[in-house]
């Protein structure tokens, strides 16, 4: 008796949800903006009107309500089912971004979105997805109708989180492809399963090359998060083999803090007519309001110092610390591991396997503690916590890293606050952040209360050997950092005092680095030379380094992030080991859970 009844109800489920879907495509098609309007410019909708399909009860004339300039998200024509998944997830009123993108995304128009950092864009693509598959009904057989393509594996994981929690009432299924652990074969068996791809390029492209079947002829949507990284020349390669392999019919978007209007990024994506919507260009800042941003100048030898001393007067907070390079990081959080400030330290860099990065971050979304960070941190990641304070070391490459950077406090509707240690011959770059319209404050650093760190950095190198090595892995990086950083305005290696910063990194003696000293003698010929093609003399061992082992040791993480052309697959995927490129997570086909 029960199974009729069981038929009857699913019946009359798919009956309703077959009626709803009709109801929201008339909507959307009967009230979606004008191509080139901005929904921010709309007075918000009234309360108390009614919301959707509306019926004169006099003439019986059915309209329907405007969504363009709707402030929250009931008032938008999506399902039920994402409703509940919204409201599930505490989301009720809608940011700039999703108020300007969302009426166009949703009546399927390609999208250049820019916002500020923690400003909410990753709902502004993630209801368009979840409800452009609902409204074609797709299921199980239909494979993979949506890519969400991600540069970094945490960003992935946390625009996964986001998919599940709002598409759970949806009966999608999603995979998590990421690089980092193994798993790839398993991957294999069950990805053409799966309707929602969130992914790394080199993971997507992988399984494009290698997995039987595997089918993408069908995508309705390609979504680039975080879409300036992407298209960048680190990953231009991959993504150039991922598009040729996608069917150029699709809804695309692309979202970023600091967005692209270039023509041939445009053309390498198949865009149509694409709808730029830069919701903060015209804003007062370029960063978010409640961000207290100031710099310091600090000399090179009393960078860690100024960083010591700065952790120390703030135990109670959760610091999140800017560093060039791999080694740099690894020397300053062992170094202060060991001398014991007083609170919890951490470090994250692309070295790392993607199950260690996955924790470290995941302990210092719970806790008060320092993270020191390689740019790995500045892209997307959002720290459950509000993160107190963005210390940045080292200068960032350029305007764009040092919003990226920042963003990592003062996200949604919490303060932060920031601070930008500047070398003397680093000044140039306060005045471009300014010109960005980033309201930084110059200050003086308070010499009074600085403790100096230096003696003690040199008695760890003589307590504990390996440390020296560590120490001259730090120098040298950072040295190379400064040489191939193309803004000369700002980064001129000849100015750095080498020997006083040798020697506040604790060394006994200033390792020689043959490329300076070429320099030095011949400026035009070390113009026309590289510091990769160099060879750096290590003194103690009376021997010269390889550039190989350079090379592959620590290229300092900013536009090519060589630990991700290592593991994310970004570099010829051919060449790499599978078990070196991936996990991923599942959701089964009833919800994504």
């Not at 390498?268 to 903060?280: A, C, F, I, T």
């Not at 990226?404 to 606050?417: E, F």
């Not at 803004?487 to 200033?510: H, R, W």
Request: glycine letters at 6%; a positive charge.
């Amino acid at each position: 008796m029960r199974r009729p009844k069981s038929r009857t109800v699913r019946k009359k489920h798919k009956e309703n949800e077959f009626q709803e879907i009709e109801v929201l495509n008339e909507w959307i098609e009967s009230q979606k903006p004008e191509s080139g309007f901005n929904p921010l410019s709309l007075d918000p909708l009234q309360s108390k009107m009614p919301i959707g399909r509306i019926v004169d009860p006099q003439s019986g004339a059915v309209s329907f309500s405007r969504y363009a300039g709707a402030r929250k998200f009931y008032e938008l024509p999506i399902s039920k089912r994402a409703k509940n998944g919204l409201e599930e997830g505490g989301f009720k009123k809608m940011t700039d971004i999703q108020v300007a993108s969302l009426p166009h995304a949703l009546c399927g128009r390609d999208i250049l979105g820019a916002a500020k950092t923690g400003s909410g864009k990753t709902l502004a693509f993630v209801i368009p997805v979840l409800e452009k598959l609902y409204r074609e009904r797709w299921g199980p057989e239909d494979g993979v109708g949506s890519i969400i393509i991600s540069p970094t594996r945490e960003l992935a994981g946390q625009l996964f989180d986001v998919v599940k929690t709002v598409g759970k009432y949806h009966n999608f299924s999603a995979g998590l492809l990421i690089g980092g652990r193994k798993g790839v074969d398993t991957e294999k068996e069950r990805v053409n399963e799966l309707n929602i791809l969130v992914c790394t390029p080199g993971r997507l492209l992988q399984h494009m090359d290698e997995t039987p079947n595997f089918d993408c002829s069908q995508l309705q949507v390609l979504v680039l998060d975080e879409a300036d990284r992407i298209l960048d020349i680190g990953f231009k390669k991959t993504l150039n083999a991922i598009v040729s392999q996608l069917p150029k019919c699709r809804q695309t978007m692309l979202f970023s803090a600091t967005q692209t209007k270039s023509v041939q990024d445009l053309a390498r994506l198949s865009l149509k007519d694409p709808e730029y919507l830069s919701v903060h260009e015209e804003a007062v800042t370029a960063t978010p309001n409640r961000l207290q941003q100031t710099a310091m100048i600090v000399p090179l030898d009393q960078k860690l110092d100024m960083l010591w001393s700065f952790i120390k007067a703030h135990l109670r907070s959760k610091i999140l610390v800017f560093l060039s390079s791999c080694k740099e990081v690894k020397f300053v959080f062992e170094a202060f591991k060991k001398l014991r400030p007083g609170i919890p330290l951490k470090c994250l860099h692309g070295r790392m396997n993607q199950e260690k990065r996955m924790g470290i971050y995941s302990q210092f979304c719970e806790s008060h503690s320092v993270l020191f960070s390689t740019d790995v941190a500045s892209r997307g990641l959002d720290f459950n916590k509000a993160v107190d304070w963005v210390v940045q070391v080292d200068c960032p490459e350029d305007v764009a890293s040092y919003i990226h950077r920042v963003g990592r406090t003062a996200r949604y509707l919490s303060g932060g606050r920031s601070v930008l240690f500047l070398m003397p011959s680093e000044m140039k770059m306060l005045e471009k952040l300014q010109a960005a319209k980033i309201p930084i404050q110059f200050i003086k650093a308070n010499s009074k209360r600085l403790q100096p760190v230096s003696g003690l950095l040199s008695a760890l190198l003589v307590k504990y050997p390996d440390m020296q090595h560590l120490a001259q892995r730090a120098f040298i990086t950072y040295l190379r950092s400064i040489h191939i950083q193309k803004d000369k305005e700002v980064f001129d290696v000849m100015k750095l005092p080498i020997d006083e910063y040798s020697a506040s990194l604790g060394l006994p003696m200033t390792p020689k680095v043959r490329f300076l000293n070429q320099k030095k003698k011949s400026k035009k010929e070390s113009e026309k030379s590289s510091f990769l093609e160099s060879e750096i003399f290590d003194e103690e061992n009376e021997s010269v380094m390889p550039k190989e082992e350079l090379l592959v040791e620590d290229v300092k993480d900013k536009k090519v992030d060589k630990d991700f052309l290592l593991k994310d697959g970004t570099q010829d995927v051919g060449e790499q080991n599978a078990s070196e490129i991936g996990d991923t997570m599942y959701a089964p086909h009833s919800c994504l859970t």
